[in-house]
């Protein structure tokens, strides 16, 4: 009963901090922290609050959710007789525990499809340029710089992007891209559009996603200006805003403009580092949060 | 000899190029590398009919090959991912910065001033 519990409360609490973390302000001082806390907090939600109604499940064996599951799964009986409160919880959780698994693989195959159909159109259709060595070039006139990631990334830019940037805001733009593809960032934002697509109203998921796709352009950001200069980098980032012929067609304006000038202003005027103690603090809360949840799945309170 | 992925661009290009469907000898004939052997032209054909970037049509003993859309679509497919705009956001790829229209703009054209400027 006790690990059922404190399952529960550590899923409610990461629901909690999850829905304070959406608004708090010093993530963009610190991303990288910021990220990470995230997916502590997304990692540890999915197992508190599947775990939860799993070890009131197995409560009958007395022995803990993963050795519970495996005696259910090899049909042993339990030590006390089920009741329907424990079947339901069964019931409740293993699907939202299949429900999670699944959205999260066909998320995962799915982003695979789409990037070898991306892979596979470039190299028939993009070409070299002789002034960026190893940059793929699309012919179009509007202005975009992307990578697609996986194991040999790849940095496309389009033609309008080249003709909109000097040279200097190129090289920022490629400093920026080759930070995604150095730290994997594509993986950063996996789950959490995987989460979204499976909890599509709710808000505290939206917002997450929207935060961490922020925060992984400022960590981004960040890397790119340690090789050019961030004065490039943000005017790079004012043409590509002002760039925008194409109407947005999911009625997201105003936030576009708001992270875009939030970016710049990082750039221009960075704000004092954050505290080493605050900083640890977040390591060691994110630390925590991924070991405790794994620690109650396996021993019994 | 180029690699495949050269030889499927170059194919692709030439039929691009055409305004008809050409068979393979006709497409063998008006590549660059004239050491070409037929059946690799016939192969790499096969391969982008398989993988759905020809159609071929039956003319008497022979297949007539032309691209299922054209180079242009192609691109805005890209680029239409490229700039986020088929509405489900997913994860495929890791973009630069996205661009605002209307009154929005004004506001980032004027910080771009004022950068330009100082």
Request: hydrophobic share 45%.
């Given at each position: 009963m006790t690990t059922a519990a404190v399952l529960a409360a550590l899923a409610t609490?990461?629901?909690?901090?999850?829905?304070?973390?959406?608004?708090?302000?010093?993530?963009?001082?610190a991303p990288k922290t910021a990220i990470l806390l995230w997916q502590a907090l997304g990692v540890s939600w999915g197992l508190a609050s599947t775990g939860a109604m799993l070890a009131f499940a197995v409560q009958?064996?007395?022995?803990?959710?993963?050795?519970?599951?495996?005696s259910f799964a090899t049909g042993r009986s339990p030590r006390e007789p089920w009741d329907a409160l424990h079947v339901v919880a069964m019931v409740a959780g293993l699907t939202a525990l299949a429900v999670l698994v699944a959205v999260l693989l066909t998320a995962g195959v799915q982003t695979l499809r789409a990037r070898h159909?991306?892979?596979?159109?470039?190299?028939?259709?993009?070409?070299?340029?002789?002034v960026l060595p190893g940059v793929r070039v699309l012919d179009h006139p509007s202005a975009a710089a992307y990578c697609v990631p996986g194991l040999r990334s790849q940095v496309v830019v389009s033609q309008g992007a080249l003709s909109l940037l000097s040279k200097d805001e190129m090289a920022a733009v490629l400093a920026h891209e080759a930070a995604h593809v150095r730290e994997r960032h594509d993986l950063v934002l996996l789950p959490?559009?995987?989460?979204?697509?499976?909890?599509?109203?709710?808000?505290?998921v939206r917002d997450a996603q929207a935060q961490v796709e922020l925060l992984i352009e400022m960590a981004a950001d960040d890397r790119a200006r340690r090789y050019c200069s961030p004065r490039?980098?943000?005017?790079?980032?004012?043409?590509?805003?002002?760039?925008?012929?194409?109407?947005?067609?999911?009625?997201?304006?105003?936030?576009?403009?708001?992270?875009?000038?939030?970016?710049?202003?990082?750039?221009?005027k960075p704000a004092p580092e954050l505290p080493v103690s605050l900083r640890y603090g977040a390591v060691a809360l994110s630390v925590t949060l991924v070991t405790s949840t794994p620690f109650l799945w396996i021993y019994q309170l | 000899m180029k690699g495949l992925g050269e030889l499927e661009r170059s194919i692709m290009d030439i039929l691009w190029a055409q305004s008809a469907a050409l068979t393979a000898r006709e497409v063998g004939r008006l590549i660059a590398d004239r050491d070409l052997a037929p059946t690799t032209v016939m192969t790499v054909l096969d391969r982008l009919t398989r993988k759905g970037f020809l159609h071929r049509t039956r003319d008497g003993r022979a297949w007539r090959y032309a691209p299922a859309a054209s180079r242009d679509a192609y691109v805005a497919e890209l680029m239409l991912e490229a700039l986020d705009m088929t509405g489900d956001r997913s994860a495929a790829l890791t973009r630069f910065a996205q661009g605002v229209s209307g009154p929005e703009a004004e506001i980032l054209r004027r910080a771009l001033t004022e950068l330009e400027d100082e």
């Open positions: 609490a990461c629901g909690l901090g999850s829905w304070c973390f959406t608004t708090a302000r010093w993530t963009s001082r009958p064996y007395g022995e803990g959710v993963l050795h519970g599951l495996v159909r991306h892979r596979t159109l470039l190299a028939l259709i993009s070409h070299d340029d002789p959490f559009a995987a989460l979204r697509r499976a909890l599509p109203w709710s808000k505290v490039r980098l943000a005017t790079a980032l004012l043409r590509f805003g002002t760039a925008g012929a194409m109407p947005t067609p999911h009625g997201m304006l105003g936030v576009g403009t708001h992270n875009l000038m939030a970016r710049v202003d990082r750039l221009l | -």
